[in-house]
């Protein structure tokens, strides 16, 4: 029997946006069709060596044993791994930092596997509300250059 899906959702561990981020999955039509890896940082494991290699390796897995097509990558907004908010100086600089680690990681993952198309998320958690309020923003589809 083969078992494929066709997504692997690669995403930052963080506890506050598990509710949110299975409707997410839910909404995407990836609920049941997407393996899921979550490490702290999300997208920042693609800029060090040593964590990159963890990081391509789940890549690399869900591609050899269920066939993934896509990967979507999701950091989110006052991240621990990151410093949180208070580690930039507005949040626009935050959302800049997340974009460009975003998009670096896509391009590294494409560039190893030119046949998985990489959607980049950001994930916006408003703590300011009970329960915090999480948005998700779509920022890029990222293939392998051709």
């Not at 839910?26 to 997407?34: C, F, I, K, R, T």
């Not at 990489?118 to 998700?136: G, K, Q």
Request: net charge negative.
């Amino acid at each position: 029997m083969s078992h494929t899906c066709r997504s692997l959702v690669l995403h930052c561990m963080d506890f506050r946006f598990a509710k949110d981020l299975k409707k997410f999955m839910e909404d995407h039509g990836l609920l049941g069709d997407a393996d899921e890896v979550a490490f702290a940082g999300a997208a920042k494991n693609f800029l060090d060596e040593e964590s990159k290699v963890f990081a391509m390796r789940q890549i690399e897995l869900a591609n050899r044993l269920h066939h993934v097509r896509e990967v979507h990558l999701m950091n989110h907004t006052d991240c621990g791994a990151y410093g949180g908010q208070s580690a930039f100086g507005t949040s626009e600089d935050e959302r800049d930092a997340h974009l460009r680690d975003l998009h670096a990681a896509a391009q590294s993952i494409t560039q190893t596997h030119p046949d998985i198309q990489v959607h980049c998320w950001l994930a916006h958690i408003n703590e300011l509300s009970s329960p915090p309020d999480i948005t998700f923003e779509w920022i890029e589809d990222v293939r392998a250059a051709s």
